[in-house]
């Protein structure tokens, strides 16, 4: 079995349901994971634990601390694959330094990517960080080639563009405070988000959802997490966001 939380990203469904293994959805609170109660779901045919810090579709983040004690809690013989996708985008002085606490867990793999803040998504190329017991087996049933040289080159060359991932944090941390203080002034509900998008309660979600496709705004509904009067929109650049915010304005007024 494959333990993961309720509104986490959808593929860990969907690499769990690939294998053939059995699902344990675990209630989320507040919409974020309830580490506790994911540990107290560790059954014992469980083999992987799935935790992705921030979460991906709301926005939702643990302290480092709460993932430290997760991580230490969970039994040698279960693997945690804690994803990071949206690390960068956090304050520098909540990022991860899950990294280092690889070397005190070897059944711990850290996930990141190059697809987010480095703004590399349609290049396929991201890295895991674990003990080289865990990365050996892994290596046996990763697809061979799995990443081209292409996207090999870009990611070592943008690794060392410190200038582009900062502009990337701030455009974003703008944006957020942006989108957080119009929901706030809209009167509606969202979950202040520490990713790159923010989830917002709008009511008829499919409906907003067409009308702001008419006006050439493609936001994410999110109905197939459990969310059905929730979307899901990323932050874009400063131009992109008024657009968004004004055929949301829009949008509901029509509703
Ligand atoms: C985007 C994302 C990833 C990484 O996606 P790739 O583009 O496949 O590297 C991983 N986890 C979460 C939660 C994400 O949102």
Not at 99 to 127: D, M
Not at 178 to 196: D, I, K, Q, T
Request: aromatic share 10%.
């Amino acid at each position: 079995s494959a333990v993961y939380s309720q509104y986490s990203f959808a593929v860990y469904a969907l690499a769990t349901q690939e294998t053939g293994a059995r699902a344990i959805v675990v209630p989320a609170r507040e919409l974020g994971h309830d580490l506790e109660a994911m540990r107290a779901a560790i059954a014992a045919d469980t083999r992987v634990v799935f935790v992705a810090n921030p979460n991906n579709p709301t926005g939702t983040w643990a302290p480092r601390e709460e993932i430290e004690a997760f991580v230490a809690s969970v039994p040698a013989d279960v693997v945690v694959v804690l994803d990071e996708a949206y690390d960068e985008y956090l304050d520098p002085a909540l990022r991860s330094d899950s990294i280092r606490r690889v070397r005190e867990h070897p059944n711990l793999i850290v996930c990141r990517t190059f697809s987010k803040a480095y703004g590399l998504a349609g290049l396929r190329v991201g890295f895991g960080i674990a003990q080289a017991e865990l990365t050996d087996l892994m290596n046996r049933v990763r697809q061979p080639f799995n990443v081209s040289s292409v996207a090999q080159a870009a990611a070592l060359a943008v690794l060392d563009d410190r200038a582009y991932l900062q502009r990337s944090y701030e455009m974003n941390r703008a944006g957020l405070q942006r989108l957080h203080g119009a929901f706030e002034r809209m009167g509606l509900e969202y979950v202040p988000s520490y990713g790159n998008f923010v989830l917002v309660r709008v009511g008829d979600a499919p409906g907003v959802y067409e009308s702001l496709l008419r006006a050439g705004v493609i936001v994410r509904p999110v109905a197939n997490y459990g969310l059905p009067e929730w979307l899901r929109v990323s932050v874009g650049l400063p131009e992109e966001n008024e657009v968004f915010l004004r055929a949301l304005e829009q949008a509901l007024e029509g509703s």
